[in-house]
């Protein structure tokens, strides 16, 4: 089984910013991708950003040129670095991972608890 583990989000001003974490563990061969979600209240989950093993990040049109995705091979981690936070942005955050548990076996989806995020003046 794998586990991802969120850092904690927080409350926050407009126009500042915030870092979250997530680390995967447990029966991991090779991760294909991970990346970040969110839900806002009445909505549905979206994706946020993607980062992809060995291909280029992507990321949601609303959040370009203020949120950057990187990871930690090594350590199995994401991060999502958000700057410029607007009221918009306020959500759940959720940690998304595509592992590979045995060469060549199932790719499995995983997700994180979930972690708030609150934009507010």
């Known amino acids: 089984q794998v586990q991802l583990v969120e850092s904690e989000g927080g409350l926050v001003q407009p126009g500042e910013s915030l870092r979250l974490s997530c680390t995967a563990s447990?029966?991991?061969?090779?991760?294909?991708?991970m990346g970040w979600y969110r839900q806002a209240p009445g909505k549905r989950r979206d994706l946020v950003a993607v980062?992809?093993?060995?291909?280029?990040?992507t990321y949601e049109d609303s959040v370009k040129g203020r949120f950057t995705i990187s990871r930690d091979n090594a350590k199995n981690m994401v991060y999502l670095q958000m700057n410029s936070l607007k009221v918009e942005d306020t959500a759940v955050y959720y940690c998304?991972?595509?592992?590979?548990?045995?060469?060549?076996?199932?790719?499995?989806?995983?997700w994180g608890q979930g972690t708030q995020v609150t934009v507010s003046s």
């Open positions: 980062a992809p093993t060995n291909h280029s990040s």
């Open positions: 447990g029966t991991i061969y090779s991760i294909h991708a």
């Open positions: 998304h991972a595509i592992v590979e548990m045995s060469r060549g076996g199932f790719l499995g989806h995983y």
